[in-house]
């Protein structure tokens, strides 16, 4: 008997101990598939969150409004680590407290596992959608930030004071989009 692909335990399994761990979930009305909810997150553009679509593109710069998450998700500074009909893991490493693009390209999920470069992070991006207690499809996004080494935990705790109050603005802008998107609205 095979074990069903369980995300968040996946998520456990790349960083199982981060320093930050950030994680939304919307859940979509009992008539929405969830295979129409996750359809309905790969169209969400940078341009359709105002707030979190701005943020990326200063911290990322020469990102476009116009792509998608998951397509941004996909692409450098990014690394795909893992897919299924239904999910998806991503991961980059690097400097996230500076303003330049400090991010060294991957290789793939060997090369993020290993990945222990002084004064710097590995960064988890998890979206999925599971089912709720109730059974409705739910779209969930989360995020992890560990460090390779002190320098970096000092740094990414002084990145966090400043931002970790906005991340709850910002951060599900998404999914919200997302659900409205499947139920049709």
Request: overall charge positive; aromatic content about 8%; some cysteine.
């Amino acid at each position: 008997m095979s074990v069903p692909h369980d995300p968040a335990t996946r998520m456990d399994e790349w960083l199982p101990h981060p320093a930050v761990r950030v994680r939304h979930a919307r859940r979509a009305s009992g008539d929405v598939e969830p295979d129409a909810l996750w359809a309905a997150a790969s169209t969400v553009r940078l341009r359709d969150t105002p707030r979190l679509g701005r943020l990326v593109r200063w911290r990322i710069p020469g990102t476009a409004g116009d792509v998608t998450y998951r397509q941004m998700f996909r692409e450098y500074p990014f690394t795909v680590l893992e897919e299924t009909p239904r999910s998806s893991v991503s991961g980059l490493c690097g400097r996230i407290w500076t303003l330049s693009r400090d991010y060294p390209r991957l290789a793939g999920p060997d090369e993020f596992t290993a990945w222990d470069r002084s004064g710097t992070v590995r960064v988890l991006f998890g979206h999925w959608v599971q089912e709720d207690e109730r059974g409705r499809p739910e779209l969930v996004s989360e995020a992890r930030v560990q460090p390779t080494d002190r320098l970096a935990a000092l740094r990414l705790r002084a990145l966090w004071a400043g931002f970790g109050v906005f991340e709850r603005l910002v951060g599900a802008e998404p999914l919200t989009v997302a659900v409205r998107r499947a139920a049709g609205g």
